[in-house]
């Protein structure tokens, strides 16, 4: 045997161990990266959410357009709601790590009691404007917002305007209805029953 390559056991087991480690992490970093880009509806999230309750007589109201004409008394807010999988965020983990759509509901309730507080800081009665804002990229649609979901927690960036007052918001106009053709199959109306007038004799001559 080599002298110069000889190790003694405690170094030989610390090397592994160190090994083990580096290998581990490894692993690990896919998990943590992970980032899956999800548009949940709104609707939905707030039917299975405590938002109502949140807001209470807060008027809440999604999309760009829905801030039109409202008299706005604080601009742009942002707030970063985080879901994570911890029961009411504390204690330990949930037993079963919650769905994506479960830790973006929770981050949406998280960001929605934030944007309630600041309303009310403020002395607002409704919450307009509100789009998805993640890392400063604009997502507008009144109907769904963006959430970010990774391993442990899921992320909602929201912008909104406060407002006071009623919100006037555009109505949109019922569609034309497009007159559509009866179909072919459709049997012709029947004959009429009545008999024309013979004509009116003329006048003899005098």
Do not use: W
């Not at 807001?55 to 809440?60: Q, S």
């Not at 993640?134 to 970010?148: I, M, N, R, V």
Request: glycine content about 8%; charged content about 20%.
């Amino acid at each position: 045997m080599n002298p110069a390559s000889f190790q003694p056991f405690p170094t030989r087991i610390a090397a592994a161990a160190a090994f083990v480690a580096a290998a581990l992490a490894g692993l690990a970093l896919p998990a943590q990266a992970r980032n899956v880009r999800l548009m949940e509806s709104v609707p939905d999230t707030i039917r299975v959410s405590h938002v109502h309750d949140i807001l209470g007589d807060l008027d809440l109201r999604f999309g760009g357009d829905s801030g039109r004409g409202a008299n706005i008394v604080r601009r742009d807010v942002v707030v970063k709601g985080v879901g994570t999988t911890k029961l009411h965020d504390v204690g330990d983990d949930d037993k079963v790590r919650p769905s994506d759509h479960d830790l973006c509901a929770r981050a949406f309730e998280d960001a929605i009691t934030q944007l309630a507080f600041a309303a009310r800081g403020a002395r607002a009665t409704a919450i307009v404007g509100v789009v998805s804002n993640y890392e400063g990229t604009l997502f507008d649609d009144p109907g769904h917002f963006e959430c970010h979901a990774g391993a442990l927690k899921a992320a909602v960036t929201l912008r909104a305007q406060l407002a006071i007052g009623p919100v006037d918001v555009p109505v949109v106009p019922p569609p034309v209805p497009v007159y559509s053709p009866p179909p072919a199959d459709v049997p012709p109306p029947p004959a009429p029953t009545f008999q024309p007038l013979p004509p009116v004799p003329a006048p003899a001559p005098n």
